[in-house]
């Protein structure tokens, strides 16, 4: 079983920056894949960005990077110029098989997800 905890989301003014973090629990979060998602009210959730167990990153979002700390388990998201329709709550996932995906039904397990709110 793995547990995943978001935080560092709030409240900020467009132009401005955040960064999130997850922080797994379980001793085989250095084999899982993590991925970025956002949902914004009314809409499905999307990919972000994703990571790989040996570093490899990808984001559909170039003011977004990912990286990740495998001595402390956590997974970040470095999110720049940051633009009112960013606002969305953020969740992260693991994905226990294969390389990171842009499709949230591939992953095993979720956070509880962090508000972020951009406002203009």
């Known amino acids: 079983q793995v547990q995943l905890v978001e935080s560092g989301g709030g409240l900020v003014q467009a132009g401005d920056s955040l960064r999130l973090s997850c922080a797994a629990s379980?001793?085989?979060?250095?084999?899982?894949?993590m991925g970025w998602f956002r949902q914004a009210p009314g809409k499905e959730r999307e990919f972000v960005a994703a990571?790989?167990?040996?570093g490899y990153a990808g984001s559909v979002k170039g003011r977004f990077t990912v990286t990740r700390d495998s001595a402390k388990n956590t997974v970040y998201l470095q999110m720049n110029s940051l633009k009112p329709e960013d606002t969305a709550v953020y969740y992260c996932a693991a994905k226990t098989l294969g390389l990171w995906s842009q499709i949230p039904r591939e992953y095993d397990y979720w956070g509880q997800g962090t508000q972020v709110t951009v406002s203009s």
């Open positions: 990571i790989s167990r040996s």
């Open positions: 379980g001793r085989s979060f250095s084999n899982y894949a």
